[in-house]
């Protein structure tokens, strides 16, 4: 499976960032930010895809 372009604009910002809380993400966003709602999806997505792992 492959990223969507969302989902590698998330991924292109945790190499950046190496590990981040949500808010660490949604700061590092541009203008206008997506709803935290739509990162969350994001990042469900991409675990589920095998990507990434968090922590609730």
Do not use: C, H
């Not at 541009?30 to 589920?48: D, G, Q, S, Y």
């Amino acid at each position: 499976m492959q990223l969507s372009k969302t989902e590698e604009q998330v991924m292109q910002l945790l190499w950046k960032l190496k590990k981040a809380f949500m808010r660490d993400l949604l700061a590092e966003f541009p203008e206008p930010k997506p709803a935290t709602t739509t990162v969350a999806t994001l990042l469900k997505r991409m675990k589920n895809k095998g990507y990434i792992n968090y922590e609730l």
